[in-house]
């Protein structure tokens, strides 16, 4: 396995917007950010990805990109953004950008001139198709909910928008429009920055046919994803581009990829290939989504979970790499979600699943407020909401005669929202986000959860995430050792073993607000040398039976 700075690092994840607001108009700022890295940097981060800071009108709060070399006035300058970069590279942390090139605004440039006319120069860097008798061209249903197609006055006809109306999509046939895409991604790189995150980046390839896709009953519109997922050129368009300009750097690049299987993912990430470093996919993420998608909720099993982590560790365990993430901008918090936020069991059962995770092979990723055991948030009102996907789906169901507060339900659990409350840094007003109004509530628990309390106590979620990155950074098995399942039938507890040369990481974790007797695994029976790497209770160096507190999580070494 060939060493790379990325596969040994720990990358967290900024959502600017809801960071830190330093000139009090409610809204994180690049300023704000600059605040708090020598935060990050005692954490121990050595990678900061940061969510879009283009200048954007906001629909999909910026990731519709109307243009990828500005900032957006909200969040500062371009002045402003040189420092943030040059005070991260000063503390030893890199900086990746987020790249959003699916999709721009219907407010960029070129797409204010594609929709004037059929001759536009820049009609083809878009996708346009004729409507079928005053119907949209297929019955693709957009990600944010209705029709994937928007009529436009002026050429009569249709333009696609896999997301909001105004995200069109841009087309990736047109080579002129690839190279002015590889310019812009080289104009970044030569700033200075350290790679990129490519948001929903195996969706830039459809196929030719735009057929339609099958229809789900009860519903108007279809989900298109057979063809535009990983589409036919995907492979073709992300060589040319680690040719033409990623190749050129020593950087990283992880692409968000819904729908990606372990075995596509391979081919995406495996070495020789010459494309990316890693992926997202989302198996884990739909665990809870039942027939009906992310809005069914239905319970998930551990059994299940294991099962995909597993999958995707054996798969990708020669000369290609996980991602590991239990949360981002769009997810709910993972504390609420796969653990228990009651107050009896949220700081343990927080560190539980950050032990499972990390302990696995991979580069894991921490969400904003994850190191501090941040919880979803149940407002009460869909006043109270601000993303786009929850209230297109919220109104566009309430109209369709749903009951308002079972899809309320549904939405405290499922809302990006609960990823994007402001962050909780101490028990002042907005818990010291903001001195104005913050564009998104605060979480009221902030009082008991914030990050003053969290750095005070050293007994912290913080301070649990800080040993576990800095374990990281000395034992390279956590980095490159095997993974092998242990009790992969067992609903309760998650055990694992790594394994590097003769050395042995045995992980344990309870899922459960129970007591569990936990026999020790056949492959450790002899050892007589075993040093307990870290714990979210006390206990003892001594591998031996013994019953697991709930959700206790240990991990033991031997040689």
């Known amino acids: 396995m060939k060493r790379t700075w990325w596969k040994e690092s720990v990358i967290y994840q900024i959502y600017p917007r809801s960071f830190k607001d330093s000139n009090s108009d409610g809204i994180g700022d690049i300023p704000g950010i600059i605040e708090k890295l020598d935060y990050l940097k005692e954490l121990g981060i050595d990678v900061i990805w940061l969510s879009p800071v283009y200048e954007s009108p906001n629909d999909d709060n910026g990731y519709d990109i109307s243009d990828y070399q500005k900032i957006m006035d909200e969040f500062g300058t371009m002045e402003d953004w040189e420092r943030m970069l040059a005070e991260i590279h000063n503390r030893g942390m890199k900086l990746i950008m987020d790249l959003v090139v699916n999709h721009t605004s219907d407010e960029h440039y070129w797409f204010m001139e594609a929709r004037k006319s059929k001759d536009n120069p820049y009609r ?16 693709w249903e957009s ?13 009569a006809d249709y333009y696609l928008h896999l997301f909001s109306k105004k995200q069109p999509d841009l087309n990736w046939e047109n080579p002129k429009l690839r190279s002015e895409v590889f310019s812009m991604i080289k104009w970044w790189l030569d700033k200075g920055i350290d790679g990129f995150r490519m948001d929903v980046i195996n969706f830039i390839s459809k196929d030719p046919s735009y057929a339609d896709g099958e229809i789900v009953e009860g519903k108007p519109y279809a989900s298109g994803a057979k063809y535009f997922m990983n589409g036919p050129k995907i492979h073709d368009y992300l060589n040319e581009m680690n040719q033409a300009v990623l190749s050129e750097y020593d950087i990283m690049t992880v692409g968000e990829m819904p729908g990606v ?11 020789n290939r010459e494309e990316l470093n890693m992926v997202f996919h989302f198996e884990h993420m739909d665990l809870d989504a039942g027939s009906g998608g992310k809005w069914d909720l239905r319970p998930w099993s551990l059994v299940e979970l ?36 009651s107050e009896a069991y949220r700081e343990i059962s927080a560190k539980m699943l950050a032990t499972a995770l990390h302990m696995m092979r991979g580069t894991p990723y921490i969400y904003q407020g994850e190191e501090l055991g941040m919880t979803n948030v149940p407002f009460d009102s869909i006043e109270d909401y601000q993303d786009i996907e929850t209230l297109n789906m919220y109104h566009e169901r309430v109209a369709a005669g749903e009951n308002p507060d079972e899809l309320l339900k549904a939405i405290h659990v499922k809302s990006r929202d609960n990823a994007r409350t402001p962050v909780q840094w101490d028990t002042s007003k907005h818990a010291g986000f903001t001195d104005g109004e913050p564009w998104l509530a605060v979480n009221p628990n902030y009082k008991t959860i914030n990050a003053e309390a969290n750095l005070k106590n050293g007994e912290s ?73 870290i714990s979210n209770y006390e206990a003892n160096d001594q591998l031996q039976d013994f019953t697991l507190k709930p959700y206790e999580a240990r991990v033991y070494k031997t040689n």
């Open 124 to 139: 083809d860097y878009y996708i346009w198709r004729p409507g079928e008798n005053g119907k949209e061209p297929n019955n």
């Open 143 to 155: 990600a944010f909910s209705g029709s994937a197609w928007e009529y436009n006055e002026a050429t």
């Open 261 to 271: 299987t372990p075995e596509q993912a391979e081919l995406y990430t495996r070495e």
């Open 306 to 341: 294991k099962k995909i982590f597993t999958k995707w560790q054996t798969r990708l365990s020669d000369e290609a790499w996980n991602s590991l993430y239990w949360n981002n901008h769009d997810q709910p918090r993972v504390v609420s979600r796969f653990g228990n936020d």
């Open 461 to 533: 979620i913080f301070h649990y995430y800080k040993k576990l990155i800095a374990l990281r950074k000395h034992h390279d098995i956590i980095v490159y050792g095997n993974y092998r399942p242990l009790l992969e039938k067992d609903e309760k507890i998650f055990s694992y073993i790594r394994e590097l040369g003769e050395e042995k990481l045995l992980v344990i974790n309870n899922f459960t607000a129970e007591a569990i007797d936990f026999i020790i695994p056949d492959a450790f029976k002899e050892t007589t040398e075993s040093k307990l790497l």
